[in-house]
């Protein structure tokens, strides 16, 4: 088996501002095509990391790869090979969106049928074929799916979006996800945010970076998995009160609540679980209607990871 | 120097394409046509205040283009000094400002190329400016005195051209060194009150840049020294503002 060299490998990455530490010994690494969400509260440090992996900041310490090429030495070797969006992307307001794609694609060096064709198929997937009004006069949900397209001109191995969706109304962001998600399998995509639906909705493993630090890396369902105490959704025709004390006093269970007919448990130990309930519903002597695991949400996850001192 | 052709052919297309190409050209040709006529008609309008006035008697000699000349000089070396600062105090800030400096800078575009092209862009436009200028003042002070020697036109608009070059180097470095275009004209300006202050120290004009900010009118009246090393000295000013320009972006954090 061959070993792939990473998309981006962070090592120990630290960027401080005086005293303050923006970046504290960062560890992260984005398997080579994969769609990774790299969430957070504002202010954790997404941004910093992505301007690092840019080459807009220099890193205080540690060391930054992408595609195994330090970023700090590397220069036009790996801008030439990633798309960036930045999270307010500035274009020129003069130009068509055409003209920015084609001036984007000329500073790759592409050029001639090469250029023609992805510069059309690009205006394709922003939805801006027919739109010959300058960027200047274009909605902000128009100049992100812009800002994706521009990041594409030169097909690159590596998409590094900055908080893409986070100021679009509902419309803006499900256009922009939805060009997110036609690339799965396409291209590496990694994708700073701090909305956990768009995580959820199109990113397949997730970095949760908190004050500076990734405080977990994983795929998103072995993180629900991993984090969250699952939950167990129980409908029964009757017999609630007596079913609920009978799991408050179970070991596998760690709290219970009812509302009319069902019953959540959180639970610890899934499989005595799964074997203690039907059973003990039967001892009641009542119906069983449902009887479904819930998995804890990104969200709860999230929250649990990050948000207890807030 | 990877995407400096294509980033200056943008650069040239901004230019054609937004309101800078009516600003600076725009302030050229106001001069560049308002001056031949105001130079034949201010001998009339001050000998018809001083008549009005008890006792004053005033006698101007006959203008000639000399006088529309030194107009054309007076506004270059005045009015097109600020609105050289004002106007490119943002050359490199507007883009870092704008944010579309951040989307060009992580294509293969480098950040000495990013600065070169600026330069290059900002250069092209001040030349074709003041040229379209000398131009119009020529024309128009042929038709207002019926003479109008190219000569002495030429190389009166060449000197302060080369002084305009030393200014636009010089707002080259402050632009990319600073992160409010306010504050590099302010820079700018400070740099020209230098140069100005030096002017009244001989050997400063006769060895520094400071040799070029009233080279125009000494060219224009006969007065003006050997060039020459203000010439050398204010290319390698211009240099020196352009490398360390290249120098100090290119530390920067965007």
Redesign the interface.
């Known amino acids: 088996m061959v070993d792939t060299v990473p998309a981006i490998r962070l090592r120990r990455l630290t960027k401080t501002y005086g005293d303050a530490h923006a970046l504290d010994g960062v560890e992260l690494t984005v398997p080579e095509g994969s769609v990774f969400g790299f969430l957070g509260p504002n202010g954790a440090g997404k941004t910093t990391t992505l301007?690092i992996l840019?080459?807009?900041?220099?890193a205080t310490s540690g060391s930054a790869k992408v595609f195994g090429i330090e970023v700090a030495d590397a220069?036009?070797d790996v801008?030439?090979r990633?798309g960036?969006l930045?999270d307010?992307?500035?274009?020129?307001d003069?130009m068509t969106a055409e003209e920015f794609l084609r001036?984007?694609g000329?500073?790759?060096?592409i050029a001639g049928s090469t250029l023609d064709a992805r510069v059309e198929s690009l205006l394709d997937l922003a939805g801006l074929t027919d739109v010959t009004t300058k960027v200047g006069g274009y909605s902000r949900g128009m100049k992100q799916r812009l800002g994706v397209a521009?990041a594409l001109i030169?097909a690159p191995s590596l998409l590094m979006l900055d908080e893409p969706t986070s100021a679009l109304d509902p419309i803006g962001r499900k256009e922009v996800l939805d060009m997110i998600a036609s690339l799965a399998g396409r291209t590496t995509v990694f994708f700073s945010t701090h909305i956990l639906s768009d995580v959820e909705r199109v990113c397949d493993t997730v970095a949760i970076l908190d004050r500076g630090h990734v405080v977990t890396q994983a795929p998103i369902d072995e993180l629900k998995a991993r984090y969250g105490a699952q939950k167990v959704v129980v409908d029964v025709t009757g017999g609630v009160e007596d079913l609920v004390r009978d799991f408050e006093r179970e070991a596998w269970a760690s709290a219970v609540a009812h509302e009319n007919h069902t019953i959540e448990v959180t639970v610890a130990d899934v499989d005595a679980a799964r074997r203690a309930i039907p059973a003990a519903v039967a001892a009641r002597g009542v119906g069983l209607v449902r009887f479904e695991g819930g998995e804890v949400s990104l969200e709860e996850v999230f929250v649990d990871l990050v948000g207890g001192d807030r | 120097m990877?995407?400096f052709g294509?980033?200056l052919?943008?650069e040239l297309r901004?230019i054609a394409?937004?309101w800078r190409i009516w600003v600076l050209p725009g302030i050229v040709l106001f001069f560049a046509l308002s001056g031949p006529p105001l130079a034949k008609v201010t001998p009339q309008i001050l000998e018809s205040f001083a008549g009005s006035q008890p006792g004053v008697i005033m006698q101007l000699p006959t203008p000639t283009y000399v006088d529309a000349y030194a107009s054309w000089v007076k506004n270059l070396s005045q009015m097109m000094v600020f609105a050289v600062i004002i106007i490119f105090g943002g050359l490199v800030t507007s883009?870092t400002k704008?944010?579309?400096?951040?989307?060009?800078?992580?294509?293969?575009?480098?950040r000495p190329a990013f600065v070169l092209a600026k330069f290059t862009g900002a250069l092209v436009l001040l030349t074709g400016s003041i040229l379209v200028g000398a131009l119009a003042t020529w024309g128009v002070t042929l038709v207002t005195f019926g003479e109008a020697p190219v000569g002495i036109l030429a190389r009166t608009t060449g000197a302060w051209l080369a002084f305009g070059v030393v200014l636009l180097g010089v707002m080259t470095l402050v632009s990319a060194w600073l992160s409010s275009q306010a504050g590099a004209a302010g820079l700018g300006i400070g740099v020209w009150f230098v140069l100005l202050m030096l002017t009244i120290w001989e050997p400063s004009v006769h060895y520094t840049p400071a040799g070029l900010v009233n080279a125009a009118s000494g060219v224009l009246m006969g007065t003006a020294p050997d060039l020459a090393w203000p010439l050398v000295t204010g290319a390698l000013m211009v240099a020196g503002c352009v490398a360390g320009a290249v120098a100090v972006f290119s530390r920067r954090?965007?």
Do not use: C, M
């Open positions: 301007r840019t080459g807009l900041a220099r220069g036009n801008r030439a990633i960036f930045p307010v992307p500035g274009f020129y003069w001036f984007a000329s500073l790759f060096g521009q030169n | 990877r995407g294509a980033f052919g943008k901004e394409r937004t883009e704008s944010g579309t400096a951040v989307l060009v800078l992580t294509k293969p575009l480098s954090e965007l």
